[in-house]
């Protein structure tokens, strides 16, 4: 039998994007890729004081709920900020939090 969820599809997906947004670093990376095309990996690795294994991960969550999409142009990563999905993000906060 399966399990009823009491979860709308909204506050589920409103969910999974405040998680990955849910750390500084990923918050910078957003507002960078906001404002912008695209940028490289090893751009952001510059940018930012933190290894780029731990970069990485973080592309990985922001990547995996849908905010970011990356490319791959041999022998870096062009990440651009999916507009899509974060429009979809800025309405369910938006509409959430009553504003």
Known sequence: MAE????????QKAARYAKAMG???RMYVLE???NQSCCYSGNLSDEL???KSTLSQHLK???D???IQ???????VKYC????????AQLLFKEFLKI
């Open 23 to 25: 750390h500084p670093v």
């Open 61 to 63: 969550e922001l990547k």
């Open 49 to 51: 004081p933190i290894a």
């Open 70 to 76: 990356g490319e791959i142009e041999a022998p870096r």
């Open 4 to 11: 009823e969820t009491v979860f709308t599809e909204k506050q």
């Open 32 to 34: 960078l890729l906001s």
């Open 81 to 88: 900020i999916n507009r899509a999905n974060w429009k979809e």
């Open 65 to 67: 709920a849908g905010l």
